[in-house]
């Protein structure tokens, strides 16, 4: 699994109180208990501080799993670099 | 599937249906339906109307996953009219399949790109999933307080659902009103809040079918005293308060020799409210005076209720001076689940205005209205 990935996970972990081990790249909240509306606010507004980035409503529908959402931070991040050079 | 956020059309009505239907199977309060036309019923889009409606539905592919709306209306800013928008419901298939939980973010991303200065009003509490979310999306809430003045001790002891959420509170309810104590106490303390130096009015009170010029003067007059509030020409309360509708009761307030203010009183016999049980509430939904005329108009409109025989009277007021003006008039501050959050940028303009939030004039008459009362 790629750092991003692994990232990702750490904050979905800490933010839903779970062991980063019960978070696989197929977790999404159908499966994860705490995991609702709310939450999922509060993962997407980590993400986006701890990597200084904001996500459009259209990405935002992409996240749906948390390999899905790790998928897309690694895109946008390139593109961002990718921009920046 | 990926989920796109439109306008409400005329294809989308099954699809609104189907929505609501699931929202019913889950345990949903009917007040999120979504209306089942495309039209936005009170306050369409009309010509060059300033105040009007907008739907926007989550479509996924041939379903409708979630919803919001934005009332557009002019507002004053310290007498600087500008354009910002309410941002009602929204609501989202999230509430009862987590598959969609990250829909409601999709969408109130999508409403502050469609307008930045939004605002919502209401919503239940702090505690509630929206204002979480709002705030947590660095939007500024606070409370809107809420008073309330008990008319009839004995029926309110009887019927308010707070106080008699347990069998042992319901018969403490009903021996304290049966034993005359809950009168007395109430009284007393409705009394003591009271302040005698405040003038008695003594002008007329005359209820008004609908506004027109006066109340245009009176907003000129006005506006520039408080630091926020929606236009209250007669145009815009003509449109929000319906002229004939048989449920508001507007009051013009006349001194001796001028138009002192105007209120918009109801008087609702509730049914099985879940606050407010069986009891007759009055409630003054809306106001706009001279903030120095408040509790004239205030007292005014007390009598005017209490003589109608309510059992309550109800008001959230957000302005310092109708707060005072519902203090002298002897109301007690109750808890207040009447919140209003204001996006960043609505924020930012209103800090240089009014850093302590206290002559912002909200109450029942905005946002979605006095949909409960």
């Known amino acids: 699994m790629s750092a991003i990935f692994e990232q990702v996970r750490g904050i979905a972990a800490d933010l839903l109180g ?6 696989t790249s197929q977790s999404s909240p159908e499966d994860l208990e705490s995991w609702d509306s709310v939450q999922h606010l509060n993962i997407t507004l980590a993400l986006e501080q701890q990597f200084q980035l904001q996500f459009d409503p259209e990405e935002i529908d992409q996240m749906r799993t948390i390999g899905q959402i790790a998928t897309l931070l690694e895109q946008k991040l390139a593109r961002h670099q990718v921009w920046k050079q | 599937m990926s989920i ?3 306008s409400y059309t005329q294809e989308l009505v099954a699809a609104v249906r189907a929505f609501n239907g699931r929202l019913a199977a889950g345990g949903v309060s009917t007040e999120f339906c979504l209306p089942e036309h495309p039209a936005a019923g009170l306050l369409p889009k009309v010509a060059d109307r300033r105040i009007y409606q907008e739907y926007f539905l989550a479509r996924e ?5 979630g919803a919001y709306i934005l009332k557009h209306q002019d507002f004053s800013f310290s007498g600087a009219i500008r354009p910002i928008a309410h941002l009602r419901l929204p609501i989202s298939e999230g509430i009862i399949n987590k598959a969609y939980a990250g829909l409601a973010l999709q969408m109130l991303r999508n409403a502050l790109r469609a307008h930045s200065s939004l605002f919502a009003l209401g919503m239940g509490g702090f505690q509630q999933p929206l204002p979480r979310m709002l705030q947590a999306l660095g939007w500024n809430l606070h409370e809107v307080p809420f008073y309330f003045k008990v008319n009839r001790p004995w029926r309110f002891l009887r019927h308010i659902q707070p106080l008699r959420k347990t069998p042992a509170r319901r018969l403490a309810m009903d021996l304290v009103a049966s034993s005359g104590i809950g009168w007395l106490g109430i009284k007393s303390l409705q009394a003591m809040r009271a302040q005698k130096s405040i003038p008695q009015f003594a002008g007329s009170v005359q209820q008004s079918e609908g506004f027109s010029a006066w109340a245009d003067t009176l907003w000129e007059n006005c506006q520039r005293q408080y630091s926020f509030l929606a236009v209250r020409d007669s145009a815009t309360l003509n449109l929000l308060y319906p002229p004939g509708s048989g449920r508001f009761i507007c009051l013009r307030f006349e001194g001796d020799d001028s138009l002192l203010g105007w209120a918009v009183v109801l008087d609702t016999r509730m049914e099985n409210n879940k606050y407010f049980g069986n009891l007759r509430v009055g409630s003054i939904v809306d106001c706009l005076a001279r903030t120095e005329n408040a509790p004239q ?9 209490e003589q109608r025989g309510v059992d309550l009277i109800v008001s959230n007021q957000s302005h310092h001076c109708w707060a005072a003006a519902l203090r002298s008039a002897g109301f007690l501050r109750g808890p207040s689940n009447f919140i209003f959050a204001a996006s960043p940028k609505l924020a930012d303009s209103l800090r240089p205005l009014d850093p302590q939030r206290t002559r912002l004039h909200l109450n029942r008459g905005d946002g979605d209205g006095p949909i409960h009362l």
Not at chain 1, 18 to 23: A, K, L
Not at chain 2, 61 to 65: L, P
Not at chain 2, 297 to 305: E, G, M, R, S
Request: charged share 25%.
């Open chain 2, 61 to 65: 592919r041939d379903s409708v996953r």
């Open chain 1, 18 to 23: 779970v062991p980063p081990d019960r978070i």
């Open chain 2, 4 to 6: 796109c956020i439109q």
């Open chain 2, 297 to 305: 108009v205030i007292a005014a409109a007390v009598d005017l209720l």
